[in-house]
């Protein structure tokens, strides 16, 4: 049928052709990102969260290894002193 078709109407139709299926691969990349996205988003919520959990245990873990560290040292400072006035 396309054969008996003038010239300009066969190259208007695979114009046609080429535009709509461009909009088509157009289409199913954006839905394929966004549905990427929205099953990416919780995994990245709850990633952020365990972050921030981890650093709060690394900032309170390094302040009770300077609280022993000092109460190392108070210890030691007092074993010292016994040793003097003695």
Known sequence: MINLLPREDKVFIKKEYLSRLFVVIGIFFASAVF????FLAPTIFLLNG???DLSRQVILSSGQAEVIDTQNIISE???L???ITV
């Open 35 to 38: 549905i990427s996205v929205v």
């Open 50 to 52: 365990y972050k921030s």
């Open 77 to 79: 400072i007092k074993k």
């Open 81 to 83: 002193n016994s040793r």
